[in-house]
């Protein structure tokens, strides 16, 4: 080697060591400023512009927050049999739920252990071997891969199997989480033990499932479903028959009036209040409460009769409905004949995605027990509604104009929403 070529490789090593050093310390800055942006943030005030547009916090919010809590996946009824399966994607993440051939529900990346492809590429259906679309790698229900052609001589396929996700199942409900070390689900399976056994949650089937683009950052979506200060504006169809846009003293008489009714229904009156994201440390949080409808709704369907047929064991409508809260991304209305299921979730910093399922129980035949377009209704208007401010907010807060404003006594929850984000970022930065 000549002197010239010892003197460049010495001088390129010096500048590789300035570059990376440089890089440490902008990334360090950047760690800085979102420290410094996360305590500037005024508790009971919206999040800064940057909380929506930063991706450096979307990162940070991808890895913390999106990969390390648990998301609703379905109902295990949608995935009855062997080689049944689904795919659900949040963000850059997607994950195939299958049920193997010993009937137990696994989940896995559905990331080619060869180059990289989606190994999947329908939503839902039926199999029994998942074949790589790239160049025919397969992997069987239990994500091994049982063929790979022209592989070397020393190649071991036991090697490559698809990585498995964590997936849990609290009563018919299935989760994943995108992380090896999920939050525990335990305190949910016992506390909500009581009302999901009332609601009969095991034996409800999905009766519709839509899927909701929302052009805005994943946090603007979830900030409006915690409140119903909008409610009133947004929602004349909603606002008829909740009750959460009342005032304390009003709310209580038409709570009254439930409360007298319930156990003569067969619904216990239970109520679980919900912390945080993270009920205890290490756990998912989770929460249970029911609320009146006003007088003359059953239900939440247009003209307040029954869309479905009366679930678990009840006798009767109480005329209300009660709220489900589990973890971070997932949130459910249960009215006495049906169930919604509302889950969010990111697909880029600026794009995030509402999934519903309505659940009624399942021995109810649609066209004879109940109708889809009748039992969708009220939330299927509600949320384009939805969508149409939630953008409206997203443009506005993209703008030079827009500085944080202050919460009314009716946002609490996004208020604890904000709260729980920025203390699970602030520990990271
Ligand atoms: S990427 Fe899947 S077989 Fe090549
Ligand atoms: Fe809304």
């Avoid at 005030?45 to 927050?65: A, G, M, N, V």
């Avoid at 989480?177 to 409800?204: H, I, Q, T, V, Y």
């Avoid at 703008?399 to 944080?404: A, I, T």
Wanted: net charge negative.
């Amino acid at each position: 080697m000549s002197q010239y070529e010892i003197k460049s490789i010495s001088s390129i090593e010096r500048r590789v060591k300035i570059v990376t050093r440089n890089n440490e310390r902008s990334i360090m800055n950047q760690k800085l400023d979102i420290k410094e942006l996360i305590s500037a943030q005024k508790p009971g005030w919206s999040l800064d512009q940057r909380f929506y547009t930063d991706p450096d916090i979307y990162q940070l919010e991808l890895d913390h927050i999106i990969s390390q809590n648990w998301i609703f996946a379905g109902h295990e009824s949608q995935i009855p049999n062997a080689g049944d399966f689904r795919v659900i994607n949040v963000a850059n993440e997607s994950a195939i739920i299958v049920r193997n051939k010993d009937g137990k529900l696994k989940a896995f990346a559905n990331v080619c252990r060869h180059r990289g492809s989606l190994v999947c590429l329908e939503s839902e259906g039926s199999t029994n071997k998942f074949s790589c679309p790239y160049h025919g790698w397969v992997y069987n229900l239990d994500g091994e891969l049982t063929a790979a052609r022209n592989m070397p001589n020393d190649f071991d396929k036991s090697d490559f199997s698809l990585h498995k996700l964590s997936i849990d199942i609290i009563y018919g409900l299935v989760f994943v989480c995108f992380s090896d070390s999920p939050p525990s689900w335990d305190g949910a399976k016992r506390d909500l033990k009581e009302p999901m056994e009332m609601f009969d949650f095991e034996n409800l089937k999905v009766a519709a499932e839509i899927t909701y683009p929302i052009e805005a950052n994943w946090k603007l979506s979830i900030e409006n479903y915690q409140e119903c200060y909008h409610c009133a504006t947004a929602h004349p169809e909603y606002a008829k028959m909740h009750t959460l846009m009342l005032d304390d003293t009003k709310r209580d008489r038409v709570q009254e009036h439930m409360l007298e009714r319930m156990e003569s229904c067969g619904i216990k009156n239970i109520e679980i209040d919900f912390i945080d994201m993270k009920a205890r440390e290490g756990e998912q949080g989770y929460g249970y409460s029911r609320t009146a409808l006003f007088k003359g709704y059953k239900t939440g369907s247009k003209d307040g009769e029954a869309v479905a047929p009366l679930l678990g064991n009840f006798k009767d409508y109480d005329g209300g409905a009660s709220d489900f809260s589990f973890g971070a991304f997932t949130f459910m209305l249960a009215y006495s004949d049906h169930v919604v299921v509302y889950v969010f979730t990111p697909v880029d910093i600026g794009n995030s995605e509402c999934k519903i399922y309505w659940l009624v129980r399942n021995d109810a035949e649609e066209g004879q027990d109940y109708n889809k377009d009748d039992l969708v209704w009220l939330w299927d208007v509600t949320t384009h509604a939805d969508k149409t401010i939630i953008v409206n907010n997203r443009k506005g807060v993209e703008s030079k104009y827009y500085v944080p404003g202050p919460f009314s006594g009716m946002e609490d929850a996004e208020s604890v929403y904000i709260q729980w984000i920025l203390k699970e970022l602030a520990a990271r930065v």
